[in-house]
């Protein structure tokens, strides 16, 4: 998939744990490993900006556009 979520980067970062941010933004922790694991298809604009106010990024510290098949 050419768009990469480096939510992780940002949560380590911010050094916080994966359950203490889906507290703070009100999603499953199931949820949230989806995001940092890209494995979903889709994210809504509430839950991105929930998780650009508590790691006070921007979007695009968390999403990353790469073309098929380059690292």
């Given at each position: 998939m050419p768009i990469i979520v480096n939510l992780d980067?940002?949560?380590a970062k911010r050094k916080i744990s994966s359950g203490e941010?889906?507290?703070k933004?009100?999603?499953?922790?199931?949820n949230?490993?989806?995001?940092?694991?890209n494995k979903a298809k889709a994210i809504r604009f509430t839950t991105?900006?929930?998780?650009?106010?508590?790691?006070?990024?921007q979007p695009a510290?968390?999403?990353e556009?790469?073309?098929?098949?380059?690292e």
């Open positions: 980067v940002m949560m941010l889906a507290e933004i009100g999603i499953t922790p199931a949230l490993s989806i995001l940092k694991n991105l900006e929930a998780i650009c106010r508590e790691l006070e990024c510290d968390l999403l556009y790469r073309e098929d098949g380059k």
